[in-house]
């Protein structure tokens, strides 16, 4: 789903906490895409061909990062009524982020406390 924010690798790397205007919850996964083929290198090392580890995997430097509650709406004009949680809109490296248990119970839970809000409010 494209919705109406799409999170993206700047949104979920960076060393200090940026806050969101809709943020509603907190990710700390580090990015690491494995790479799909191994590959020998001339000097012997084994590198993954196309993995992405930013900067490297679990380190303690990088700083978490805002769960945006606009990833989870589709975009207003092509439907309504719906919450995304785990289907959210997110570029590859953003929805690596996002992509493990705890985030998307996070997701869950919020796109409940979300649902519940806007049904309360009228």
Not at 3 to 18: A, F, M, N, P
Not at 87 to 107: C, D, K, Q, Y
Request: proline share 6%; aromatic share 8%.
């Amino acid at each position: 789903m494209v919705g109406r924010r799409i999170l993206t690798q700047t949104d979920v790397y960076s060393q200090t906490y940026r806050g969101l205007a809709d943020g509603i919850g907190l990710g700390a996964y580090t990015i690491d895409i494995p790479g799909a083929v191994q590959r020998l290198i001339v000097d012997g090392e084994v590198v993954n061909e196309g993995s992405m580890q930013c900067p490297s995997f679990c380190v303690d430097y990088v700083a978490p990062f805002a769960l945006p509650y606009s990833i989870m709406l589709p975009k207003e004009d092509e439907i309504a009524n719906i919450l995304v949680p785990v289907a959210a809109s997110a570029s590859h490296v953003g929805f690596n982020a996002i992509r493990l248990e705890p985030t998307w119970m996070i997701l869950g839970d919020l796109s409940l406390m979300g649902y519940m809000v806007r049904l309360l409010s009228g």
